[in-house]
């Protein structure tokens, strides 16, 4: 089998760049890394990772005649603008979550990569975690019944550097991690009637970002949330 050949956009802190980078790196028998553009703000020292290999403006690398696939792990707020480029020289590529705060900018790119029927993979971990994979399964299966309701919560520590940075999104938490719990309520319970959204800034530490979420989605057999 011949390796696909891949660069990756982007070495942002606030994805995960760094370790898509190194997975790809360390599965040389399935890919041959060919570069990567930073195209990111940095607080902090890039990762060591990156040096491996030869870094490209994104343009240079994009028009790589022999590029098979290309990783797009930038910061969000920039992601759409590359994914339309990679999308426009007909070039597959994974797309970090959660997609655009825009609509329809993100449609716009959906739209061309369906038009040019092209491989768009995003990066929703938890598809592939082998105990929602059994959860998944086994509701198929039909095995718990009717579902009528999934709750689903995450906890995790932020640096009040990051915590500062949700403030990008008008969303906050909810549009940067939350999107992985609406991702699996979505896959078991479809497309919700309507989503009322209680977000707020908890002011823990003096930071006044959307750092607490909570969205209830609306079914007609009941409610789902994700916290």
Known sequence: MEKIRIAQIGTSETTHASQIFRCMLNQSDLFDVVGFADVDMH???????FDAKLEMDPEELLNLSYLDAVAIECDEVLQTQFGLMAAERGIPMHFEKPGSESDHDFDILLNLVEQKNLVFHMGYMYRYNPAVQYILETIEAGKLGDVYCVEAQMGCFHTQELRRWLKTFHGGI??????????????IQGTPLDIQALNIA???NGGDAKDFGLALC???HGISFAK
């Open 202 to 204: 908890t002011c823990f």
């Open 218 to 220: 609306r079914y007609s």
């Open 174 to 187: 909810m549009y940067y991690l939350g999107c992985h719990l609406i991702d699996l309520i979505c896959l």
């Open 43 to 49: 607080s902090g020292q890039r990762d060591p990772v």
